[in-house]
């Protein structure tokens, strides 16, 4: 269950990063950094909340659920930090 979770959150992670680059092709490190930044901040965010003992529901669609949210919310701070830290 664990490796689907991970999949699935490098999953969005990685079409976070992809859309960012379509919608904003200045934005970010281009698009194989920004999909790279996006799948580690996904990861990185989700085990972050994970630890933290949050999660959305339980079974098959609780994993589906927690790695697309999570998965999301991940690459999209870590896109934004990204942007701040470019900037400087």
């Known amino acids: 269950?664990?490796?689907?979770?991970?999949?699935?959150?490098?999953?969005?992670?990685?079409?976070?990063?992809?859309?960012?680059?379509?919608k904003k092709p200045d934005y970010g490190l281009g698009p194989?950094?920004?999909?790279?930044v996006g799948v580690v901040g996904a990861l990185v965010i989700s085990q972050?909340?994970?630890?933290?003992?949050?999660?959305?529901g339980s079974g098959i669609i609780g994993v589906v659920?927690?790695?697309?949210i999570f998965?999301?919310?991940g690459a999209s701070?870590?896109?934004?930090?990204?942007?701040?830290?470019k900037r400087s």
């Open 71 to 73: 998965g999301a919310l």
């Open 77 to 85: 701070v870590a896109l934004f930090i990204l942007k701040f830290v």
């Open 1 to 22: 269950m664990a490796i689907l979770a991970y999949l699935i959150t490098a999953a969005v992670g990685a079409a976070i990063g992809w859309f960012l680059t379509e």
């Open 48 to 56: 972050i909340i994970a630890s933290l003992g949050i999660y959305i």
């Open 32 to 36: 194989i950094g920004n999909i790279v």
């Open 65 to 68: 659920l927690n790695s697309v």
